[in-house]
Each structure stands twice: as C-alpha cells, then as structure tokens.
C-alpha cells in the first residue's frame, strides 16, 4: 500500500473507531471516493496493536487499578477493600460488555454466516439511523451514573447494543457511547466505559486478524507495519483526548450532525441525486 492510503486508513481506523461515528462507513467511503484497495489483515492488526496502546494510555488509571486489584485479591483470598472491589467489578462489567460482540465475531464464521457488503444504501441508512439515536440518547435522558455506578445489567444491555456492531455500518463507539447515554451515563462516563470496552474487542479483531493473516501465509512488511500502528496510536490517542476535552461544556451535537450529513450524502449518491458526490467528498 502507498504511503498516503495508509496513513489516511490508519488515522480513520485510530481515531473513528472510539469516536461516536462509523468506522467501517468512512473506511467504506474512503476507498470509494479515492479507489484506493482495501487494506489487508497486516494493516488490521498493525491499527488494532495501535488503537489498543492508545486506549490502553488513556484509560491507565483503570487499567491500572483492575490490574492491582486483580493481583492482590489473587494474593490474599480475602476481602481486599472497597477500591479493590470496585476495580475488580468494573472489569466484571467489561467483560459482560463486550461479551456478546465478542461471541458474534466468533461464532459468525462458525455458522457460516457473513453480514454481506457495505453498501451504499445500506452506509447511508445505518449512519443516519445511529445518529439520530445518539442523539435521542443524549438530549432526552439524565446524566446521573459514572462509570463505578453501571451495574451488571447495564453493563449487558450496553454489550447487547454493541453487537449490532456485527452488522455493517454500525460503529462500535457511536453504539457503546449512545447505549450508555440511555441508561444515564454522564458524557465523559460514556466514553470512557465505550473506551474500556474497547481493550478486549481490539485485542479480540487483531487475533482474528492474525489468524487470517497465517491462515494465508501472506508477508508481512516491517516498515508500513510499524507506521500504520503508530499512526493509529497517534489518532487514537488525540481522539479521546480531545473529545474528553470537549464533552466538559458540549454535548454529542457534532458528532451527530456531520455523521447525519456523511448518511445523507451517502444515500444521495446511492440514489443519483445530483452533487451528492460532491458534498460527500467535502464531508469526508
């Protein structure tokens, strides 16, 4: 791959994916207005490893947290504190989270079942329809719970959401974020726990990915490798931190209007309107 297609796919696979928006749409679109090849399973898990470091960054204090509180109940076998409890269940919610995607990009390829092309109509309809659901979520509900304060079931109905993620179109973050808005969560809450969600389902797409990868023996380049992922790392890294930076004072607003105006274009186009293409390549 050329050194401008990646370092484009890399940044939209880095920064899109925690974003409230659709990865797989503006990759999708990405190739269509430039008719650039789509990358291979080395890109996917270069970006994989790199968003993962990113998150894995910026969540530290977590990651951090579950990790001690994990050792030190191993060590005492005891009731270890109420921060250690805590920690621990928060990573409980994780795992019950990211569960149901996780088990459908398993069993999907088991089944022999495959979510079919991304179409255009398809982009259009699903990136319109998601946005306007982040939306309702998060104009119309309260912000009342943190991340400590989702419980069990609501770390399941957030996992639930996310797998529609299976489906094309859909954006893990836009889902996670907007799901978590409907239970309550507060703006930054819900990108946070979109984020965290985020540490086993990369590292579950990356496995996926290395195992197409040896399953056809392709070749690996070190240079782009490398590059992709820290391309990745770096877009990832500057989405979440400045998107936190943003939801102190500001809502999800942007990030639904321009995700409605990519859906619109997208159908336009799918529909033969006239200057559609054009207004999507200004969107994109």
């Given at each position: 791959?050329?050194l401008?297609p990646?370092?484009?796919?890399?940044?939209?696979q880095?920064?899109?994916v925690?974003?409230?928006?659709?990865?797989?749409?503006?990759g999708?679109?990405?190739?269509l207005?430039?008719s650039?090849?789509?990358?291979?399973p080395?890109?996917d898990?270069?970006?994989?490893?790199?968003?993962?470091?990113a998150?894995?960054v910026y969540?530290?204090d977590?990651?951090?947290?579950?990790?001690?509180?994990?050792?030190r109940?191993?060590r005492?076998?005891r009731?270890v504190?109420?921060?250690?409890?805590?920690?621990?269940?928060?990573?409980?919610?994780?795992?019950l989270?990211a569960?149901?995607?996780?088990?459908?990009?398993?069993?999907a390829p088991?089944?022999?079942w495959s979510?079919?092309?991304?179409?255009?109509?398809?982009?259009?309809?699903?990136s319109v329809?998601?946005?306007?659901?982040l939306?309702?979520?998060d104009s119309?509900?309260?912000?009342?719970?943190?991340v400590e304060h989702?419980?069990?079931?609501?770390?399941l109905v957030?996992?639930?959401v996310?797998a529609?993620?299976?489906?094309?179109?859909?954006?893990r973050?836009?889902?996670?974020?907007?799901a978590?808005r409907?239970?309550?969560?507060?703006?930054?809450?819900?990108?946070?726990?979109?984020a965290?969600?985020?540490?086993?389902l990369l590292?579950?797409?990356?496995?996926?990915?290395?195992?197409r990868?040896?399953?056809?023996g392709?070749?690996?380049?070190?240079?782009p490798?490398?590059?992709?992922?820290?391309?990745?790392?770096a877009g990832?890294w500057a989405?979440?931190e400045?998107?936190?930076?943003w939801?102190?004072r500001?809502?999800?607003?942007?990030?639904?209007?321009?995700?409605?105006g990519?859906?619109?274009?997208?159908?336009?186009?799918?529909?033969?309107?006239p200057?559609?293409?054009?207004?999507?390549?200004?969107l994109?």
């Open positions: 791959m050329a401008l990646l370092v484009v796919f890399a940044l939209l880095g920064a899109v925690l974003l409230p928006l659709s990865a797989p749409a503006h999708t679109l990405a190739s207005l430039t650039w090849p789509t990358p291979g080395a890109f898990i270069a970006v994989s490893l790199g968003t993962l470091a998150v894995l969540c530290r977590d990651v951090r947290a579950i990790a001690s509180g994990a050792w109940k191993m005492r076998r009731s504190g109420g921060r250690v409890e805590a920690a621990l269940r928060l990573a409980g919610c994780l795992v989270g569960m149901p995607l996780s088990l459908a990009i398993v069993a088991a089944l022999g979510p079919g092309p991304l179409t255009l109509p398809v982009l259009g309809w699903s329809g998601i946005a306007l659901a939306w309702a979520a119309l509900n309260m912000t009342v719970k943190r989702l419980s069990w079931t609501d770390a957030i996992g639930a996310v529609l993620a299976v489906f094309p179109g859909a954006g973050g836009a889902l996670a974020i907007g978590a409907f239970l309550g969560c507060e703006r930054r809450a819900a990108l946070r726990f979109s965290l969600i985020s540490i086993p590292g579950l797409v990356g496995s996926v990915a290395m195992a990868l040896i399953a056809d392709a070749p690996v380049a070190p240079a490798f490398l590059l992709a992922g820290a391309v990745a790392f990832g989405a979440l400045i998107l936190t930076r939801l102190r500001h809502t999800y607003a942007p990030f639904v209007l321009y995700q409605v990519v859906g619109a274009a997208a159908l336009g186009v799918a529909y033969g309107l200057f559609a293409r054009d207004a999507l390549t200004r994109v």
